[in-house]
């Protein structure tokens, strides 16, 4: 963004800086106040994989490369002929449920992250279903017991890594999501030990009652875990002035942290998604579809998640959420594992070369499957597979399984509001893919909505910080941001058809389960 010759400054104008840290990449944006990215910088990072169905992440390395985002992002901006003092506020969004655990002296991370979609959990998983009052934490949390919560990681860490047991028996093991992780260290550590977390990412660890806000004392005995041995960050509003406390180091030095979400909670806010009945779905590694319900949470009764869609003022508001725990990381299998593409935008490219999936349907279960299914021991299936079956088949299967899950949380979000969506608005990497899009258009026979500019999440998060210092002060200000040059994708077959092919995918559903 800009040429490489420095500018004169302009006049000083406000702009928000927003870091957000998602499962493959992390990136620093910089709004301006008409909610415009004017400078951003990006880096991927290492995904460790040491077993079947393991999914690691460095702290450490998630730390710097915040950092040297931050440089990047910063750098650009000051070439443009802005000065870095215009940056009033950083907001923080972040992958949600991945879990990082520390020692609370030395701020030491005590093992790598472990990732959302990781499935060790499986085993253990199983076993906590069994314990009296499994079938009661969904009303007190929102959430069903499954390998994808912080919870299960949690407990696996302290069963199973020596150093991790001992500094809980010492009292001394601090436990976050990323997003608190990422807050204690921007502010120093163990130095300031600024150590909390917001309401809608605490809302996705299983510890915190979902009407409360509060840590829960039924949930955590159930797991068994004992709070004078475990240090949990405080839970606190997605955006306020002062408890994310300050930027320590580096060219955003003293720069207030004011905004903090879970990024799916984050992109419903960069969607604008401020009234009950708006929904978004987000096609970033896996894909989230959250609809807003209001200031009381709704408890599924069909598959799906209830979770905090933002609280500003101390008001919560409430999303209903379908979780699919594969989608952009399908399309990364197809390039990094099968050498079928070179990079993600090829896809659309190979899967034109047919016309249709030529009888494939492919479950993409490499994490089991969530929503609405939540069938912890599917394994990724192709069915359908003849002589016939070329890459284009695979690749437009492939793009179709998120379509198709979609389609499924649809289905359920309409049972459990008792209302169907005119549209969906959709963002995130995959939705780059017109074909993706216009097959989410068939296959939910109503039109998708794709806003100009797709950092959706990074906006949410700079629009959290932002309320915070006053850049902005209404919902009313906001509602222009991110609404010119929409592309819309209408449904183009009929509703027999459309019922035909999701008939051939729920039957491929129940066939991928118990393999092993
Ligand atoms: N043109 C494209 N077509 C299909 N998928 C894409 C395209 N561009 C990016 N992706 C997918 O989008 C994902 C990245 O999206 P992003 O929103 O950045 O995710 P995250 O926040 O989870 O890191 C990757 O998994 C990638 O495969
Ligand atoms: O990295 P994303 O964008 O797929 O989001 C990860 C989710 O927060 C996991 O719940």
């Given at each position: 963004m800009g040429d490489s010759t420095p500018k004169k400054l302009t006049v000083q104008e406000s702009f928000v800086g927003s870091i957000d840290q998602g499962t493959t990449s992390t990136r620093f944006l910089i709004f301006n106040k008409e909610g415009e990215p004017v400078a951003s910088h990006q880096i991927e990072f290492g995904q460790f994989y040491p077993n079947p169905g393991w999914h690691e992440h460095d702290p450490v390395e998630i730390i710097k490369s915040i950092e040297s985002c931050i440089e990047g992002a910063v750098e650009a901006f000051e070439i443009q002929g802005h000065s870095a003092k215009a940056i009033k506020a950083v907001g923080i969004t972040s992958q949600r449920e991945t879990t990082v655990v520390w020692d609370a002296d030395t701020g030491e991370p005590l093992h790598n992250a472990i990732v959302w979609t990781d499935t060790r959990t499986q085993a253990l998983v199983r076993r906590l279903k069994t314990r009296l009052g499994a079938d009661k934490l969904q009303d007190l949390c929102g959430l069903p017991l499954s390998t994808y919560p912080s919870v299960a990681k949690l407990l696996w860490l302290i069963e199973n890594v020596p150093k991790v047991s001992e500094a809980y028996e010492r009292g001394k093991l601090s436990f976050g999501t990323i997003d608190a992780w990422v807050v204690y260290n921007l502010n120093g550590g163990p130095k300031k030990n600024v150590f909390v977390t917001d309401s809608t990412n605490a809302s996705r660890t299983m510890f915190m009652n979902i009407h409360t806000l509060q840590y829960d004392e039924q949930l955590l005995d159930f797991f068994r875990i004992d709070r004078k041995k475990l240090q949990l960050p405080e839970?606190?509003?997605?955006?306020?002035?002062?408890?994310?406390?300050?930027?320590?180091?580096?060219?955003?030095?003293?720069?207030?942290?004011?905004?903090?979400?879970?990024?799916?909670?984050?992109?419903?806010?960069?969607?604008?998604?401020?009234?009950?009945?708006?929904?978004?779905?987000?096609?970033?590694?896996?894909?989230?579809?959250?609809?807003?319900?209001?200031?009381?949470?709704?408890?599924?009764?069909?598959?799906?998640?209830?979770?905090?869609?933002?609280?500003?003022?101390?008001?919560?508001?409430?999303?209903?959420?379908?979780?699919?725990?594969?989608?952009?990381?399908?399309?990364?299998?197809?390039?990094?594992?099968?050498?079928?593409?070179?990079?993600?935008?090829?896809?659309?490219?190979?899967?034109?070369?047919?016309?249709?999936?030529?009888?494939c349907v492919f479950v993409t279960a490499f994490s089991g499957l969530f929503a609405p299914y939540w069938i912890d021991d599917a394994l990724g299936t192709i069915f359908g597979i003849t002589h016939y079956t070329q890459k284009g088949h695979i690749a437009r299967a492939t793009l179709e399984a998120t379509c198709f899950q979609t389609k499924a949380i649809l289905d359920s979000m309409q049972k459990d509001s008792g209302k169907a969506l005119a549209e969906l608005a959709v963002d995130g990497g995959m939705t780059n893919s017109d074909l993706c899009m216009q097959t989410q258009a068939d296959l939910i026979g109503i039109p998708v909505e794709r806003p100009r500019m797709l950092e959706t999440t990074a906006l949410g998060a700079a629009i959290a910080a932002g309320f915070a210092v006053g850049v902005w002060e209404s919902f009313d200000e906001l509602k222009n941001i991110n609404t010119a040059d929409m592309t819309t994708f209408v449904p183009k077959i009929d509703a027999a058809e459309r019922d035909q092919r999701f008939g051939k995918w729920e039957k491929a559903v129940q066939m991928c389960k118990g393999w092993v």
């Open positions: 839970i606190t509003r997605s955006s306020h002035p002062t408890a994310y406390g300050t930027l320590t180091t580096g060219v955003l030095s003293g720069v207030p942290i004011t905004g903090c979400l879970g990024d799916q909670s984050a992109a419903l806010v960069g969607q604008k998604g401020f009234s009950p009945g708006r929904a978004k779905n987000t096609y970033g590694t896996g894909c989230f579809l959250l609809y807003h319900v209001g200031d009381k949470p709704v408890i599924s009764k069909h598959g799906l998640l209830t979770t905090v869609a933002y609280d500003f003022d101390g008001t919560p508001q409430y999303a209903l959420e379908g979780s699919i725990a594969v989608a952009g990381s399908s399309v990364k299998f197809l390039q990094n594992n099968l050498n079928f593409i070179e990079s993600s935008k090829e896809i659309s490219q190979l899967a034109e070369t047919v016309p249709d999936s030529g009888g």
